[in-house]
């Protein structure tokens, strides 16, 4: 998926977690989701940088350890509040490359 999907798709899941009780999450909770896209750095070492009809899962060196990546990240959202929403925008992140995969066919 492309970067303002994936930030739309945040600011989304953002918005529903302020409606949780008991969470009260501010701005840094929202920069940690939305800095969670960071992982897509992996792309700049990548040839070319951009191709639409690559598998992300397959090509970029932090998307192929996606399990490791996610496990850690629901483990880690027990133990330690800010990393709850890191771990939220990341498996968020996979989660619709996984869907942009399906849709596009790669």
Do not use: C
Request: charged fraction near 15%; proline fraction near 6%.
């Amino acid at each position: 998926m492309t970067t303002p999907t994936h930030i739309t798709a945040d600011l989304i899941v953002f918005l529903v977690l302020m409606h949780v009780q008991n969470l009260n999450p501010n701005y840094t909770d929202l920069a940690l989701i939305i800095g969670s896209n960071l992982i897509d750095l992996d792309h700049l070492f990548s040839k070319p940088i951009y191709h639409p009809k690559r598998n992300p899962f397959k090509t970029h060196f932090l998307h192929k350890q996606w399990k490791i990546i996610a496990l850690l990240s629901v483990f880690s959202m027990f133990f330690y509040r800010p990393l709850l929403f890191l771990g939220i925008g990341l498996i968020l992140h996979f989660f619709l490359d996984y869907l942009y995969i399906k849709r596009e066919g790669v």
